[in-house]
């Protein structure tokens, strides 16, 4: 097993296509489980006996753990070898999915969703691992290839777990989902390299440090924030379509996954994003992609004037726009983040993503309630708020 010193990736010559596919499969399996619950809210909650202020908690938590682990375990990547983090992490994901899958109280079942959020963030080890492997002329297309894998895991969960609720009911999903990350572990541990860390800093250091980056870099500031706020937008709408389509249309959680394969299209785009990145900057694609997304959010204040029918093709038009432009966006910013200092990736996409995931969970927490509030037009009103001040911000850069 050859070794890899993380913070000299311009001494190797780059990812094969095996090694690359198997990393976006890793990437897309571990960060489906948090999204697996979302279509299945409704059988979930009618399990459990809960109301839907309740049964939001489920991806809420599980957000929120993916941002807790973020924060406090993903900056050991630039301590230990990550190809050990990648294995143990794996295996305790499998272990909380299957503990979710056959949990029989409503509080274990939250429990065991923000440890699967916590240990998901396996995910944001592999991205780090597929920037220190990719040569420096290739990184931004050699991630955008890994993070096809995870958004695809993203958007495609919702599809796979809709159908498989409706099929086989929500505790099945959990089972093969466990079955699934814990096959693409074992193969990621065999095909990778061991990492040489790029710092020799204690855990201590490592979290002091994140604040220090923090102040350093503006560029990570706005990346970060700027991407949380689309964030909020693309949870808020994901957290509460599976809800309001049982309301408002009767479709049961099948057709809400379904959704995903919408969204799914935009995946497409991540490959592409990274070498626009790689050859004229991160900087337009980001405001391009930010753009997108307001767009795709203020297109459905439309819907009341419109028949049924037509309203539901109006929100598969809005989830092409404004995940394509979202992923677009977050490549861009992947790119120039980790551009910012080779020995601190793990750091940099730990504050970058810290913040992404507070902002997934804040939008899970406020869609819910503009749910409730004010129906889909709340939820509509705070997506596009939320992608606008993305976009002024991406403006307001140079």
């Known amino acids: 097993m ?13 990812l094969s296509r095996k090694s690359q596919f198997l990393l976006a499969s890793g990437a ?23 109301g839907v202020s309740q049964t939001g908690l489920v991806p809420t938590l599980t957000q929120l753990g993916y941002a807790l682990g973020i924060l406090f375990l993903t ?12 294995l143990l992490k794996g295996l305790l994901l499998t272990l909380m999915l299957l503990l979710c899958s056959v949990t029989g109280t409503w509080n274990m079942l939250l429990l065991s969703s923000l440890a699967i959020g916590l240990m998901a963030t396996v995910a944001q080890d592999i991205i780090p691992a597929a920037a220190a492997l990719a040569t420096d002329r290739q990184r931004g297309k050699t991630v955008g290839t890994v993070m096809t894998g995870l958004l695809a895991g993203i958007l495609l969960s919702r599809v796979v777990s809709g159908a498989v609720a ?6 099945s999903m959990y089972a093969a989902a466990a079955l699934g990350v814990l096959l693409i572990t ?11 860390p790029a710092s020799r800093l204690s855990y201590l250091a490592l979290l002091r440090s994140l604040g220090q980056l923090w102040l350093q870099h503006g560029a990570l500031r706005r990346a970060a924030l700027a991407q949380g706020l689309l964030s909020i937008a693309f949870s808020a709408f994901w957290s509460t379509l599976a809800l309001m389509l049982a309301e408002r249309y009767q479709l049961g959680s099948a057709t809400a996954g379904a959704f995903g394969l919408a969204g799914a ?17 991160p900087h337009q694609v980001t405001r391009v992609g930010s753009a997108l997304v307001m767009l795709s959010f203020a297109l459905m204040f439309v819907m009341p004037l419109l028949s049924p029918p037509v309203q539901l093709a109006v929100i598969v038009i809005s989830a092409v726009g404004f995940d394509l432009g979202l992923q677009a966006t977050l490549i861009a910013h992947q790119s120039l983040v980790y551009g910012l ?16 995931f507070i902002g997934m969970a804040s939008g899970s927490i406020l869609g819910s309630q503009a749910l409730a509030l004010a129906g889909w037009t709340g939820v509509v009103v705070l997506a596009t708020l939320a992608s606008a ?3 002024i911000l991406r403006l307001r850069s140079r």
């Open 75 to 86: 900056p050991l990547g630039d301590r230990y070898d990550r190809r050990h983090i990648i």
């Open 2 to 14: 050859s070794t890899v010193t993380a913070s000299s990736p311009t001494d190797m010559a780059g």
């Open 341 to 356: 200092d080779p020995a601190a990736r793990s750091r940099l996409n730990a504050v970058m993503f810290t913040v992404i």
């Open 265 to 281: 299209a935009g995946a497409l785009a991540a490959p592409i994003a990274g070498a626009i990145a790689d050859r004229h900057g």
């Open 389 to 391: 001040g993305g976009l």
């Open 166 to 171: 409706d099929a086989f009911g929500w505790r």
């Open 28 to 50: 897309g399996l571990s960060v489906a489980s948090i999204y697996y619950s979302q279509p299945m809210l409704g059988i979930m909650g009618s399990s459990f006996h809960t």
């Open 186 to 196: 074992l193969a990621i541990w065999q095909a990778l390299p061991r990492f040489t």
